[in-house]
């Protein structure tokens, strides 16, 4: 199961809030008067490079910086097994695709799903896993011949992920993860940060509509301070 977002919040955070605490880019960004009024997103600053990293597609195909360059995409990341936020996002992204598909502006996203658990998410597996969803989701997963390039992926981003070593011996196993969603603008580098709705009692969700709203009022702030 995914842990709560009050308990384990983001590596990624901690390096927003740096970013704003320090010199030039806290100076320039506090002292913007148009900042974007985001609902449960975290504008960067100054967007963050990737790592060079190096993935396999759900169709067993290289995925690397390179693929991520001249679109938007959105990433989320979990496991197949997961019983219950995983699917809930993807469903949820999914709407918010299809959304997004009828609108003039703004429309093209890809979505990409990242799995921390490559012992049982085979591409062949992701395959059949994304295909589960209305939206155009690439699934993504380590490359069993490059592993430290995926650990490049995954600290580049900030994941949380936790697998106790003598349940997943056993192959049977949950992964214990964090729930973000990252925006990465079309030079492969992050934008934005997604957090999902904290409910009382229950498990961190997502809203389509507020990941939409948010999403566009990005989009156009950004499109504003390029003219």
């Given at each position: 199961?995914?842990?709560?977002?009050?308990?384990r919040h983001?590596?990624?955070?901690?390096m927003?809030?740096?970013l704003l605490?320090?010199g030039y880019?806290?100076?320039?960004?506090l002292?913007?008067s148009d900042k974007?009024?985001?609902r449960?997103?975290?504008l960067?600053?100054?967007?963050?490079?990737?790592?060079s990293?190096?993935?396999l597609?759900?169709?067993q195909q290289?995925f690397?910086?390179?693929?991520l360059?001249?679109?938007w995409?959105?990433?989320?990341?979990g496991?197949?097994s997961?019983p219950?936020i995983?699917?809930?996002?993807?469903?949820?992204?999914?709407?918010m695709?299809?959304?997004l598909?009828g609108?003039?502006q703004f429309?093209?996203l890809?979505?990409?799903?990242?799995?921390?658990d490559?012992?049982r998410d085979?591409p062949?597996?992701l395959?059949?896993y994304?295909?589960f969803?209305?939206?155009d989701i690439?699934g993504?997963?380590?490359?069993p011949a490059?592993?430290r390039m995926a650990?490049?992926?995954e600290q580049?981003l900030?994941l949380?992920?936790q697998?106790?070593?003598?349940?997943?011996?056993?192959?049977?196993?949950?992964?214990d993860?964090?729930?973000l969603?990252y925006?990465?603008?079309?030079q492969a580098e992050l934008?934005?940060?997604f957090k999902?709705v904290?409910?009382y009692?229950?498990?961190p969700e997502?809203?389509?509509?507020?990941?939409?709203?948010?999403?566009?009022?990005?989009r156009?702030?950004?499109?504003?301070q390029t003219?």
């Amino acid at each position: 199961m995914a842990s709560n977002w009050s308990i384990r919040h983001s590596i990624v955070i901690a390096m927003l809030l740096s970013l704003l605490s320090g010199g030039y880019l806290s100076w320039q960004w506090l002292t913007m008067s148009d900042k974007p009024v985001l609902r449960y997103a975290s504008l960067l600053p100054a967007p963050l490079p990737l790592a060079s990293f190096s993935l396999l597609d759900h169709q067993q195909q290289p995925f690397d910086n390179r693929r991520l360059y001249g679109r938007w995409h959105l990433i989320s990341y979990g496991y197949t097994s997961c019983p219950d936020i995983c699917p809930l996002t993807l469903a949820k992204l999914s709407h918010m695709q299809l959304q997004l598909a009828g609108l003039s502006q703004f429309n093209q996203l890809q979505l990409l799903f990242y799995s921390v658990d490559p012992q049982r998410d085979s591409p062949a597996v992701l395959a059949e896993y994304v295909d589960f969803f209305a939206g155009d989701i690439i699934g993504l997963v380590a490359n069993p011949a490059q592993p430290r390039m995926a650990r490049e992926f995954e600290q580049s981003l900030g994941l949380q992920v936790q697998i106790d070593p003598a349940l997943q011996a056993t192959g049977e196993y949950p992964v214990d993860h964090g729930v973000l969603l990252y925006l990465l603008n079309p030079q492969a580098e992050l934008q934005a940060v997604f957090k999902p709705v904290r409910q009382y009692n229950a498990l961190p969700e997502f809203d389509a509509e507020l990941l939409l709203q948010d999403y566009l009022t990005i989009r156009r702030f950004l499109a504003q301070q390029t003219n």
